[in-house]
Each structure stands twice: as C-alpha cells, then as structure tokens.
C-alpha cells in the first residue's frame, strides 16, 4: 500500500502558539483522513479529504490537500491543552481498502 | 451503546501459548482491520476483512490470523505468542469504500513474558 511520511515526529508548543504537521507521499493519494488520539486513547477520526486543493475547517482546525494530493496538512489555531495527542495521517491504498498509516506527529502543549 | 469492542483490555501471555482477541461492532460495517500500535512505530496493520468470508494479509500478518465468519466479529488470534508481540492491539471498521472514517475500539493491551 501507499506510504506516508509525516513530520514532524513530535512537536512541544506553549499555549495559544500555532502547530501544523504534514503528510507527504511520493504517490498520488485518492483521499487522506485525519485522526487524533489522546494519551491512553484510541484514534479518533477527525476528517477526510479529497479533492485536489480542499481545505476544511473544525473550529480551529485547518485540514488542506495539496494541488497535486501528494502531501497534506493540519493546522492548528492558537493550541490548548486539550490539543495534546497524536495526530495521524491514514491513505487507502490503490484498492481503497488496505489502511497505512503515518507514523504520527506527537503535540504537546504546556500551560 | 454502537460502536467497536475490543476484548480484553488487558493480558498478559507467556511465551508460546496461544489467545484469541475478540472485536465485535454492531454498526454492520463492511470493513474490519486489526493494528498494533509500538512506541515510534505508529499504527501497523496486521489484518482486514472487506466482509464475511473475505480476509486478507496488511504490513506485519506474522505470527497472526484472522477469520469473519460473521460481518459483527473479526476476532485474532495469536498463534505461539513471543515477546516481539508485546503491544497495543487496535480494531477498526467501516462501511465499505473509501469515503469513511474509521471507528476504533478501546483497544487491547498485550504483554508476552
């Protein structure tokens, strides 16, 4: 199945700064959905895309799909501390059916 | 409530003996994967089942197999469990295609000694 990479592995920010992570594949994706899972949790889907260029919004949160679906991104707004999780990256294979996953970007927010 | 349960949630195994983990959903998803997730390695998929009597291998099926006889359970089982099978085990399902989110249950913790 298809491989993304995403970067960065962890990133540690003070409340209210910004945090974006990206995915990028050397292949076309036919879409790419965003999950969080908090400490201890499960992942938890948080939304697809699939068109060339979208870009979503939740709240503070800015989903968007690069022109050529080879790479995405997730952007967060001003973060809390109930940002803290691991935020992944999830592509369908050719089939649409086999899930790979990115490694994850670990979030940490202090106070 | 609807939803992914995954048991148990915690187990400890010795080295070689077998288990089985159960995933039943009660969404009627097509779709069932099995994923054990190690520090630094993200989420691998182990197994899937796009439905009844379908299965298929993902990125690390070793040492793991799988049936769905019926489209609520996909259960795996753990055939001669070794230390490098010490994680966190996660099942997953869908409705069929590529347009959906993926449902998780709670997930298994699983030590081999």
């Known amino acids: 199945g298809q491989q993304v990479m995403q970067i960065p592995q962890y990133q540690h920010v003070q409340e209210g700064e910004d945090f974006t992570t990206y995915c990028n594949s050397s292949t076309t994706l036919s879409n790419i959905q965003w999950y969080k899972q908090r400490p201890g949790g499960h992942p938890v889907f948080l939304i697809q895309l699939v068109k060339s260029g979208e870009v979503k919004k939740q709240k503070r949160l800015t989903f968007q799909f690069g022109e050529a679906k080879k790479n995405s991104s997730l952007h967060i707004t001003a973060t809390q501390t109930t940002d803290v999780g691991t935020y992944f990256c999830l592509s369908n294979s050719n089939s649409g059916y086999a899930l790979n996953f990115g490694k994850g970007t670990s979030l940490l927010v202090t106070p | 409530n609807a939803g992914v349960t995954q048991t148990p949630k915690f187990q400890v195994l010795k080295t070689g003996q077998s288990m089985t983990l159960q995933c039943a959903q009660d969404m009627n998803h097509e779709y069932m994967s099995w994923y054990r997730q190690d520090p630094g390695m993200g989420l691998r998929l182990i197994h899937y089942s796009v439905g009844a009597g379908i299965t298929d291998q993902g990125e690390v099926p070793n040492g793991y197999n799988v049936s769905r006889s019926t489209t609520e359970d996909f259960p795996l089982r753990l055939l001669s469990a070794a230390p490098s099978q010490t994680s966190v085990y996660f099942c997953?399902?869908?409705?069929?295609?590529?347009?959906?989110?993926?449902?998780f249950g709670s997930g298994t913790r699983l030590t081999v000694v």
């Open positions: 997953a399902s869908s409705y069929r295609g590529t347009g959906h989110g993926y449902t």
